[in-house]
């Protein structure tokens, strides 16, 4: 496989310029329309959203579309991202719902990817002195690289991320047999995790945050951003097993438990697997090191600064890191709200195979 690229530093990023129409290449996708909305933009686009079914009960309105459920400024990008977006057939795409470890798994996927340019370890390696949100680009989200990068101009092969569900991606995401890396976490350190990341927010806008009561009720029934929290894995889930190799699914729980096994289980997954040398030296074991929870939030990128998602959301850096620990839910709810959160996610999942 070709070097993967980094993208752009933001002061480097420039402000998207009108899309030209893309060139010819059996790698790269023709515009397709699945759905009558996917032509939509501007005005038109925001009229459609707002006449889609709606809901109040997190810090933003959620809307309903295609069975899932976002805030309006993300929905508005996952329609843009299906009008406009073209698929490569080299593409990874590292999949997550918000707060099952994105920031992790964008981390790992770039180390891995980029160590035959960039040295592990190295003072200047980007890992050590940018945002790992930075490094992995979403589709969805322009300016979540912390500054524009328009993701046509990037060089194949492409590291992209994305928080849709895999019904919503560009059919050819699956047709040119595009690589995805999904991740999932517990559902309840999931929730957990999504409350004090909203709740952060709103105290940074100066609102009042929710109650885990309250969130737990909602999560419960599906009602969520990018929810239910059951179909979204359930969708990458059966990608994987009917392709599993072009769809690896990962669990949060795996990474903590062994992570050097999933360096390597990425690196054969995305093509540049580890040679004899490295296993020898132990690059699986210092991927692990360098990307571990304990390394990145000691870094004073990940203290300072932050992210912004298009002109909407300014995320500081350092909320993207809070204990990344398995079983914290048990600090924050009942024995009896875990349990009965289990028997919901299980019964949704049952005949699949996937369990939590």
């Known amino acids: 496989m070709a070097s993967f690229a980094s993208p752009p530093t933001p002061a480097m990023a ?57 805030k309006p400024g993300m929905l508005e990008g996952v329609l843009r991202t299906r009008r406009a977006f073209l698929p490569r057939a080299d593409d990874v795409v590292l999949a997550t719902q918000p707060k099952c470890g994105t920031t992790w798994l ?132 059966e990608e994987s097993v009917a392709r599993p190799d072009t769809v690896l699914f990962l669990k949060y729980e795996e990474i903590k438990s062994d992570p050097a096994r999933v360096v390597r289980r990425l690196a054969s997954f995305l093509g540049v697997p580890l040679t004899e040398e490295e296993e020898r030296s132990g690059v699986a074991e210092e991927v692990a090191r360098m990307c571990s929870f304990e390394t990145l939030t000691g870094l004073e990128v990940n203290q300072v600064g932050g992210v912004s998602h298009g002109n ?4 500081d850096n350092s909320v993207f890191y809070r204990k990344g620990e398995v079983g914290d839910w048990a600090n924050h709810m009942s024995r009896e709200m875990g349990e009965k959160l289990d028997r919901i996610v299980q019964e949704k999942l049952q005949g699949s195979g996937l369990v939590f």
């Open 14 to 70: 420039q402000p998207a310029a009108p899309a030209a129409p893309p060139m010819s290449s059996p790698e790269r996708a023709t515009a397709t329309e699945s759905s009558p909305e996917d032509a939509l933009s501007g005005e038109s686009l925001k009229d459609f959203i707002s006449s889609l079914p709606s809901r109040e009960g997190w810090p933003q309105t959620l809307i309903q579309y295609k069975g899932y459920w976002f």
């Open 106 to 237: 964008k981390a790992l996927a770039f180390t891995v990817a980029t160590r035959s340019r960039h040295g592990l370890g190295a003072a200047d390696h980007p890992l050590l002195t940018r945002h790992a949100q930075h490094l992995v680009p979403f589709i969805e989200i322009p300016g979540a690289g912390g500054g524009h990068v328009d993701t046509d101009t990037l060089p194949s092969p492409r590291l992209l991320a994305t928080h849709m569900p895999m019904s919503l991606l560009r059919p050819e995401t699956r047709s040119l047999g595009c690589r995805v890396v999904y991740l999932c976490r517990d559902p309840k350190d999931t929730l957990v995790s999504r409350l004090h990341f909203e709740n952060k927010l709103v105290a940074r806008a100066g609102g009042a945050g929710l109650s885990m009561d309250d969130a737990y009720d909602m999560f419960c029934e599906g009602f969520s951003p990018y929810g239910p929290f059951w179909d979204h894995c359930l969708e990458y889930w």
């Open 312 to 315: 909407r959301v300014h995320v």
